[in-house]
């Protein structure tokens, strides 16, 4: 467990010292910021979902994924929330800030990938990387971690200071998937994390194109996607 709270400890850190810096820069350095975070969500995406398209079991899935999720978000208008939201938020505060949307895309950057989905996992499975600093088991999570320390920096350095809500959202997602993997062993089959992996993968590359203002594919009523595949090996393995 020493792994996932390192990792949320980074987050906290790069967000807190990204948005103590975040007055002191100048628009044209945020916005340099924000295209360069555009660009990092755009080669993180396409990272996280390529490989994963040679593994798949099912290539379509990812399609019907997708497609399915994107009629419930729609259906439940997850995006138009949300906006309404950080209307209010913007209202209160007297900023114009996309604080939330920035959120959703942290969180994406944080939760979706091998390192945070197999970290956690890896780190349940070994008798002593719980709280062994130098466990190998860990080395995923540290990965992660170092990654996270840079990217919440950033973020909170272009959104403020709701970014640092994305730590407990992180440390509850790596704890859901330590849990599993304590209780029931390697719980999540290979297939599903590659799913996962294709499916986060689109979804942190909508993300960039939203950032860098090239098409608003409305990410947030998309992220119903990521059941999909849950469901769908579960209902298989019965």
């Known amino acids: 467990m020493l792994g996932t709270i390192v990792n949320t400890c980074t987050i906290l850190i790069g967000?807190?010292?990204?948005?103590?810096?975040r007055s002191?820069?100048?628009?044209?350095?945020?916005?340099?910021?924000?295209?360069?975070?555009?660009?990092?969500?755009?080669?993180?995406?396409?990272?996280?979902s390529l490989p994963g398209m040679a593994k798949s079991e099912f290539p379509v899935l990812f399609i019907l994924s997708l497609s399915i999720g994107g009629l419930i978000g729609t259906r439940l208008d997850l995006a138009g929330?949300?906006?309404?939201?950080?209307?209010?938020?913007?209202?209160?505060?007297?900023?114009?800030?996309?604080?939330l949307q920035g959120l959703v895309t942290g969180c994406l950057l944080y939760c979706i990938g091998t390192f945070?989905?197999?970290?956690?996992?890896?780190?349940?499975?070994?008798?002593?990387?719980?709280?062994?600093?130098?466990?190998?088991?860990?080395?995923?999570?540290?990965?992660?971690?170092?990654?996270?320390?840079?990217?919440?920096?950033?973020?909170?350095?272009s959104y403020g200071w709701i970014m640092l809500l994305a730590a407990p959202i992180l440390f509850c997602w790596q704890g859901l998937f330590y849990v599993v993997g304590y209780c029931c062993g390697d719980g999540m089959p290979?297939?599903?994390?590659?799913?996962?992996?294709?499916?986060?993968?689109?979804?942190i590359l909508s993300s960039g194109l939203g950032i860098l203002g090239i098409k608003d594919c409305k990410t947030v009523n998309l992220l119903p996607s990521l059941l999909v595949p849950v469901v769908f090996y579960l209902i298989r393995g019965l």
Do not use: H, Q
């Open 190 to 203: 290979e297939p599903m994390r590659v799913e996962l992996s294709i499916v986060g993968g689109v979804l």
């Open 81 to 99: 929330r949300l906006d309404r939201l950080n209307a209010r938020l913007n209202a209160r505060s007297g900023k114009a800030n996309n604080g």
């Open 24 to 48: 002191g820069v100048g628009e044209k350095y945020k916005k340099v910021l924000f295209d360069g975070l555009g660009l990092c969500c755009l080669v993180l995406g396409m990272n996280a």
């Open 15 to 21: 967000g807190a010292f990204g948005a103590l810096v």
């Open 116 to 157: 945070s989905i197999v970290g956690p996992v890896l780190s349940a499975l070994s008798p002593t990387a719980g709280w062994s600093w130098g466990e190998p088991a860990n080395t995923f999570l540290y990965t992660n971690a170092t990654l996270d320390l840079v990217s919440s920096a950033v973020l909170a350095a």
